[in-house]
């Protein structure tokens, strides 16, 4: 059964930084590149970064710069260090495996970034 528990969301200033973690089962985080997506009301989820398990990542645009991502393949667990952050980045944030298409029931609850003074 896939689990993903996201946690380390909350409100933060213009400027901040916040970590969130992904706790996940084994049997996505052993075998697929994994990412952080983010969504907000009326918009289709977006992937801003992902991971290789050999460690290789990639980011939107958007986040170059302020985001890194990481992962403990030892603990199945992925991170997402936001610095510098923008009220654009505002929203509920994600993480799954990276693929073309992932089942509505196989997202986990999220966790709500909101940026704001």
């Known amino acids: 059964q896939v689990q993903l528990v996201e946690s380390g969301g909350g409100l933060v200033q213009p400027g901040g930084s916040l970590r969130l973690s992904c706790a996940a089962s084994?049997?996505?985080?052993?075998?697929?590149?994994m990412g952080w997506y983010r969504q907000t009301p009326g918009k289709q989820r977006e992937l801003v970064a992902h991971i290789s398990r050999g460690g290789s990542t990639y980011y939107a645009d958007s986040v170059k710069g302020r985001f890194t991502i990481s992962r403990d393949n030892a603990k199945n667990t992925l991170y997402l260090q936001m610095n510098s952050l923008k009220p654009d980045d505002t929203a509920v944030y994600y993480c799954?495996?990276?693929?073309?298409?992932?089942?509505?029931?196989?997202w986990g609850q999220g966790t709500q970034v909101t940026v704001s003074s």
């Open positions: 084994r049997s996505i985080f052993s075998i697929y590149t």
């Open positions: 799954n495996k990276v693929a073309a298409s992932i089942s509505p029931g196989l």
